[in-house]
């Protein structure tokens, strides 16, 4: 069964930074990995979708990464704001799945 | 509002009673996902419908859990005589038919048993 795992659990910043959240996952066949942002009491906002076939994505300040073979998503933030304050969650769509299974997430904080 | 929609946002419930959750899919998308996130816990898959046709309910408990997709209006999900241990967000997420299409989620419903 594919288990989804995030480090670290919570992580502060002061505005400015650079930023990695880490993110791995047991099983390596997967269609896709995704990143998310949830704010407090809201729902998933979809960030950037990694395909298989593929080694990173870019959008904006954001950027993520792909190693299948080692089980491991990075999500990079440049110049971290504010705003980019919220918990951020990876999800892998594996093969055979009609589902996402989801890491617990890594809660951000960007202090001014 | 083209986005995935959720009602109630919150919903109260004793124990015993039923609770029907609703969402209606982003337009153009058929397919609809239900997860569960417990406290402190990730988001859990429970089922997945296109219309009208439960496709994979291997994360739906045994006991109690329903949910539809009927060819017209929204997906329920329904959890009959509820107990303590049901509160939970419940998130819907719907997408386009194939793989590597992005899940939109809706802001999900805060369900509290009394």
């Known amino acids: 069964k594919q288990e989804v795992t995030q480090i670290p659990a919570a992580l502060s910043v002061p505005e400015g930074e650079n930023l990695v959240l880490n993110c791995s996952f047991t099983?390596?066949?997967?269609?896709?990995l995704q990143w998310f942002r949830q704010d407090p009491g809201k729902g998933l906002t979809s960030l950037l979708l990694?395909?298989?076939?593929?080694r990173e994505q870019t959008s904006g300040r954001l950027n993520a990464s792909l190693d299948k073979s080692s089980g491991r998503s990075t999500l990079y933030i440049a110049a971290s704001q504010p705003g980019d304050s919220a918990t951020y969650l990876c999800?892998?769509?594996?093969?055979?799945?009609?589902?996402?299974?989801f890491g617990t997430g890594t809660r951000l904080t960007v202090i001014p | 509002n083209a986005g995935v929609m959720q009602n109630p946002r919150h919903l109260v419930r004793r124990r015993g009673q039923e609770a029907r959750l609703r969402c209606s899919p982003m337009?153009?998308?058929?397919?609809v996902y239900w997860y569960r996130q417990l406290p402190e816990e990730g988001l859990k898959f429970m089922v997945y419908?296109?219309?009208?046709?439960?496709?994979?309910e291997s994360g739906m408990p045994k006991e109690r859990f329903s949910a539809e997709f009927p060819k017209e209006g929204p997906s329920i999900l329904r959890i009959q005589q509820v107990v303590r241990g049901d509160s939970a967000a419940y998130f819907c997420?719907?997408?386009?038919?194939?793989?590597?299409?992005?899940?939109?989620f809706g802001d999900g419903t805060r369900l509290s048993i009394l």
């Open positions: 997420a719907s997408s386009q038919p194939g793989h590597n299409q992005p899940q939109h």
């Open positions: 099983d390596s066949a997967i269609y896709n």
């Open positions: 990694i395909q298989s076939s593929q």
């Open positions: 999800a892998a769509e594996q093969t055979g799945a009609n589902n996402l299974f």
């Open positions: 337009k153009g998308h058929s397919h």
């Open positions: 419908l296109q219309k009208e046709n439960i496709i994979d």
